[in-house]
């Protein structure tokens, strides 16, 4: 039974947080920027044996690296996680990029993340995770 969830991040205070229609948003002011997601339960969770996972992300003019981070420990510390997936974007005719992405990865991993690093600019919009 396949089973889909949003990633969901610390959001960045706002003096308006009515404007905040993204998931996370950039400051906007060049420094350079880590998030990680909460953690979310992957197939090894449920014992389910074809360990394939899907993940959508979006993102609006966004500068930086994009990564997912598994684990197989049941109850993991920070030395536990490891990268599945990772693609680094850059600017591009003076913009951050901006689409939709799709990425497939297999294993019995136990819980999943996402890991924003070496964030300079834009939005993540979403990132859902199918199992």
Known sequence: MAQ????KFEILPSTNPATYETLLVHGGDSTTTTRT???????????RSDG??????TLTGFVGTVKLQATLAVEPTVDDWFEVYSETYAVVDDE????????????NYVWI????????DG???SIILNH
């Open 4 to 7: 889909s969830e949003t990633l």
């Open 113 to 120: 993340r996402a890991y924003i690093s070496e964030w300079t």
């Open 123 to 125: 939005a993540v919009n």
């Open 37 to 47: 997601s909460e953690v979310y339960k992957g197939d090894g969770y449920y014992g």
């Open 52 to 57: 394939f996972h899907t993940v959508q992300y």
């Open 96 to 107: 951050g990029i901006s689409g939709s992405y799709i990425t497939n990865f297999t294993g």
